[in-house]
């Protein structure tokens, strides 16, 4: 059956078989990702193991002079737990967000890390966190829950320079993979949001507060661009309002 098919903004020199216009559709469906607005959502990853993740396409690339990521965890992990985790292919631990033991929260870049001790860390809570770098100072910091670690000057470069592959609920050992589910994230994820700039004070206390703030222009969970795997579920958030 010959069929002539007219498709908004596309124009098809020749008639197609309706076959080769439904192998058509789901190539494009396929390669088109969506960006979604998830606001009252949340990622639920519900067991131990080394396959749930989910990957996030940025909506600018860098390289990066100064970087800000906030994120919202609800969890009773107590030992090691990665929340956010961004490899190249020079560094697997490009831009690392991760927690060794309750409390702690570590930080790489580029492959060098530091650890912030007695930081807020509750269990089955919602617990608000942001980290922050720039490149100018080589300063980094972490807030938790509104309490703000000190500043450490760590690493003064470009960073983010190369492909990027930015995973959460898992720790990326090679790039886009090397999964261990000794570092897997259990529990819930919201609102996660990355920019090109340290927020200012003000902003992330607004953010840990859940009032009005500038969203992220990396990473937008109002309009995010994304794909679970392995069980990762999205959900209605718990704990919004009724």
Not at 25 to 49: C, H, N, T
Not at 209 to 215: A, R
Request: hydrophobic share 40%; net charge negative; charged share 20%.
């Amino acid at each position: 059956m010959i069929t002539e098919i007219t498709l908004t903004g596309l124009s098809l020199a020749a008639p197609v078989t309706m076959k080769m216009l439904l192998v058509f559709l789901v190539l494009f469906r396929g390669s088109s990702a969506m960006a979604e607005d998830l606001f009252g959502k949340v990622f639920v990853f519900p067991s131990v193991s080394a396959l749930p993740h989910v990957v996030l396409t940025p909506d600018k690339e860098g390289p990066f002079s100064a970087a800000t990521v906030c994120l919202r965890s609800f969890t009773d992990n107590k030992g090691k737990t990665s929340f956010f985790s961004v490899a190249t292919p020079s560094y697997d631990n490009a831009f690392l967000l991760y927690q060794p033991v309750k409390g702690t929260f570590r930080v790489h870049i580029n492959n060098k890390a530091h650890d912030f001790f007695d930081l807020p860390d509750h269990p089955h809570e919602w617990n608000s966190i942001c980290w922050t770098w720039e490149k100018s100072s080589g300063l980094t910091q972490v807030w938790v829950n509104g309490k703000r670690s000190l500043r450490v000057k760590m690493f003064s470069d470009d960073i983010l320079a190369e492909k990027l592959s930015i995973i959460i609920g898992q720790e990326q050992d090679t790039f886009g993979g090397g999964f261990d589910e000794n570092q897997c994230f259990v529990g819930e994820l919201s609102d996660v949001h990355m920019w090109d700039l340290v927020l200012d004070s003000c902003e992330i206390q607004n953010y840990m507060k859940m009032f009005s703030f500038t969203p992220g222009n990396v990473l937008n969970w109002r309009e995010l661009t994304y794909k679970e795997n392995n069980g990762v579920l999205v959900k209605e958030n718990q704990s919004k309002d009724c």
